[in-house]
């Protein structure tokens, strides 16, 4: 997940979200940036206005340090 497919990964997981989705595996991510940051943040606002629990799992280095570094690390509850 990266600048250049950030768009439609967003609206495929709001897609979801929308349908109940709870829980997101990170693990086939292979290239991460701010844009994926961007999209996990999008993601768990949503599910928190539909009262959802949006939990990550599987979720690369890469993606925890960069979300370290931006220090939302608190806000998407990596794992």
């Known amino acids: 997940m990266n600048f250049l497919n950030a768009k439609q990964i967003l609206e495929e997981g709001l897609k979801a979200i929308a349908n109940g989705e709870h829980e997101c ?42 979300a370290s570094l931006y220090g939302v690390s608190e806000l998407l509850a990596l794992s």
């Open 25 to 66: 595996d990170l693990s086939k991510l292979e290239q991460v940036d701010s844009a994926s940051v961007a999209v996990l943040l999008a993601w768990q606002k949503t599910a928190r206005q539909n009262k959802l629990h949006l939990r990550f799992i599987n979720t690369p280095e890469s993606l925890i340090s960069l």
